[in-house]
């Protein structure tokens, strides 16, 4: 199984979970991908939001209003979890677009 | 370029209100080309040739404007004419940079974007004696086709962004006008109190948003209070995925938990979770707007919506405001607007979302 080392966390990340929060409509979604099932892209891009250091509480949030917001959750392989609190314009393209909210 | 499209969003006269030169970017070397085409009718090229001196006559002024006020910045100031609102369009093409480009040939969606946006300077104008955003005729951007299959519409701090939906839950989010209203009005409150967009001032900058937008919309259609569907928020949005759960808006300010509601909201004071995001717990000042107005009865922007415009722009507001902070400066508002039957339609709302009463005697 592909993993990849989180900087910080030093174990290697097996799962990913996002959950997005905010915009107009306010509708929460999440979604939960193995990290082995991402796509070369999408590993580089948890890559880098495990890097830029960031972690859980209140990120500058993007200017304005409506915007969305990100929380990601590391899973390591340890057990331990790893909770980035990201705004919308420090997301990757390729992580932001996989967490959409579904019809109740 | 096409001619046609552009030469009928300037006979708008909605469209001529707002700024009568500028409707969309044109370079004016390409307005003064094309007036000078004989391939175009003579009434065309008399509209371009008009726009075309217009512009230049406008650009002169801000030029003029412009040095003057390096000059002596405190005499020009004093005398400046009120400056009126002129509308930029871009279009995103699909991506996330800002603004995108200019629009040359205005499609459907970009002529419903500027018709709309129009609209809303108006109402502000003629409801609420302001000129744009910052009540000082600031020019108002908007970008569309933002992003691909982008669920949101958002106000990033200068200008409007509307992305096309993902044609299933939402679609193009610039076809709901109080959506329009909604971005816009994030825009006065940036310019006002600033309430931090978080926590209770947070869910109250969203409510505000929310109320001028469904009484812009409501103006727009002659709806009074009583109709159900005026207070409705997103209900031009949902597609045909939501339309057939039963959904019909994002938001009903009169029934905000209500199982039509994509977004239902709680409706009490009680009820609100702290930790919620600013969009779930705004259903609790909109649903208190909501009840003042229909207590007052009539048409919202005759009174109520000049009561919270009054407060929104009151020195008073904190931009931490509490919900109960808010309302009391409400309830005094209300009594300028329309004496102590009025405030005590004011109060009798907020009572009736539980928002601390002690606080308003206080």
């Keep these: 199984m592909s993993t990849s080392a989180d900087a910080a966390g030093g174990a290697a990340i097996q799962t990913v979970r996002i959950q997005r929060r905010g915009g107009l409509a306010g509708l929460p979604a999440s979604v939960e991908l193995h990290y082995a099932a991402l796509s070369v892209t999408q590993r580089a891009a948890v890559d880098k939001v495990a890097a830029a250091g960031a972690t859980r509480g209140s990120p500058a949030p993007s200017a304005g209003a409506d915007r969305f917001s990100f929380r990601v959750e590391l899973v390591h392989a340890s057990g331990d979890t790893r909770v980035i609190d990201m705004p919308e314009d420090a997301m990757p393209a390729s992580l932001a677009g996989l967490a959409k909210p579904a019809l109740p | ?362």
């Excluded at chain 2, 009434?43 to 075309?52: E, V």
């Excluded at chain 2, 000129?131 to 701090?157: C, E, P, Q, T």
């Design chain 2, 1 to 362: 370029m096409n001619l046609r499209s552009q030469s009928d969003s300037l006979d708008n006269p909605s469209a001529r209100r707002l700024c009568p030169v500028c409707c969309f970017i044109v370079p004016p070397s390409v307005l003064k080309a094309y007036s000078r085409d004989p391939a175009i009718d003579p009434a065309t090229r008399k509209s371009l040739q008009d726009t075309y001196v217009e512009t230049e006559r406008l650009r002169g002024l801000r030029e003029a404007h412009r040095i003057a006020t390096l000059r002596d910045p405190q005499r020009f100031v004093a005398e400046l004419a009120p400056h009126v609102p002129v509308q930029h369009l871009y279009d995103c093409n699909h991506r996330k940079n800002l603004p995108g480009k200019p629009v040359a040939t205005p499609t459907a969606g970009f002529k419903t974007a500027f018709d709309t946006t129009a609209k809303v300077v108006e109402f502000y104008k003629t409801v609420l004696g302001r000129n744009s955003v910052d009540n000082k005729g600031f020019d108002l951007v908007s970008s569309l086709h933002y992003d691909r299959k982008y669920d949101n519409a958002f106000w990033d701090g200068r200008q409007m962004v509307y992305g096309d939906g993902d044609g299933k839950l939402f679609t193009e989010m610039y076809l709901s006008p109080d959506v329009i209203g909604h971005e816009l009005t994030h825009g006065v409150t940036q310019n006002e109190s600033a309430l931090r967009y978080e926590g209770e001032s947070g869910a109250l900058n969203e409510s505000i948003s929310d109320v001028f937008g469904v009484v812009f919309n409501q103006w727009l259609n002659q709806w009074a209070v009583t109709e159900a569907k005026g207070w409705l928020v997103g209900a031009g949005i949902m597609a045909s995925a939501a339309q057939h759960k039963g959904f019909t808006c994002l938001r009903d300010m009169v029934q905000p938990s209500a199982k039509h509601c994509l977004s239902p909201q709680p409706e009490r004071y009680s009820q609100i979770d702290p930790t919620a995001d600013v969009h779930v717990n705004s259903g609790v000042p909109n649903k208190a707007f909501a009840t003042f107005a229909r207590s007052v009865g009539g048409q919202a922007w005759t009174s109520a919506i000049k009561v919270w415009y009054g407060t929104c722009t009151n020195r008073q507001l904190r931009s931490d405001a509490t919900f109960a902070e808010f309302a009391a400066l409400t309830v005094a508002s209300a009594n300028k607007v329309g004496g102590a039957s009025l405030a005590a339609k004011c109060k009798g709302a907020w009572q009736e979302v539980e928002v601390s009463l002690a606080a308003l005697d206080a």
